[in-house]
């Protein structure tokens, strides 16, 4: 039967905090500035509904940024470029064996060109399903029958996932995947492929 193995990118290959605290002690930017707007504008961002610097523009002076919306997401998008290189090397190792391996994250289109390009995602992984790009964010349903569809006519039959969040993991299994919670690379060392 052949698989895929799919990684959430926040939480599993990225391990960084997120960037509100850095942008609070490099910039003096107060993180709770910033919740509003991840809890009511960012998701359609994230679905690609809504351009992110579109949603930024207004936003930023009135939260004391005074540089450009492009700097501002160059600080973001850098201030989470940690992928862990543990994982990143078991990836590898994977590909080599001839798996197929597949990225599945909430994204916006900006940080997503970002990973694709600057981190490396367009090659490090055969497929990356993103948000923005699918119409849904995880945990909706249609999100995983989209990325399904998609493996199906790779010829994948069997779905390893590994994500960080439970209601994502509880979806994919409800689509057929076997889900997986991610906590440390342990999870996926541990895990009988």
């Known amino acids: 039967?052949?698989?895929?193995?799919?990684?959430?990118?926040?939480?599993?290959?990225?391990?960084?905090?997120?960037?509100?605290?850095?942008?609070?002690?490099v910039h003096g930017v107060p993180a709770s500035s910033?919740?509003?707007?991840?809890?009511?504008?960012?998701?359609?961002?994230?679905?690609?509904?809504?351009?992110?610097?579109?949603?930024?523009?207004?936003?930023?002076?009135?939260?004391?940024?005074?540089?450009?919306?492009e700097s501002f997401l160059q600080f973001w998008f850098e201030a989470e470029n940690k992928p862990d290189p543990d994982l990143i090397q078991e990836i590898h190792s994977l590909r080599r064996e001839g798996t197929t391996v597949c990225l599945a994250t909430n994204q916006e289109r900006h940080r997503l060109a970002f990973m694709r390009n600057e981190m490396g995602f367009?090659?490090?992984?055969?497929?990356?399903?993103?948000?923005?790009?699918?119409?849904?964010?995880?945990?909706?349903?249609?999100?995983?029958?989209?990325?399904?569809?998609?493996?199906h006519v790779e010829g994948i039959e069997r779905i390893?996932?590994?994500d960080d969040k439970e209601a994502n993991v509880g979806a994919a299994r409800q689509a057929g995947w076997e889900g997986n919670l991610y906590s440390s690379i342990d999870d996926f060392r541990n895990f009988n492929l």
Not at 1 to 25: H, N
Not at 123 to 148: M, R, V, W
């Open 160 to 162: 390893v996932f590994f």
């Open 34 to 69: 910033l919740e509003e707007f991840f809890a009511t504008t960012f998701p359609a961002c994230i679905t690609g509904k809504m351009a992110l610097k579109d949603a930024l523009e207004d936003l930023l002076p009135s939260i004391g940024w005074s540089g450009t919306t």
């Open 122 to 151: 367009s090659t490090l992984f055969d497929q990356i399903f993103a948000s923005c790009e699918l119409g849904y964010a995880k945990p909706d349903e249609s999100f995983y029958t989209l990325a399904t569809a998609a493996l």
């Open 1 to 25: 039967m052949k698989a895929a193995i799919v990684f959430d990118a926040d939480g599993v290959v990225i391990r960084s905090k997120p960037f509100t605290a850095e942008l609070q002690r």
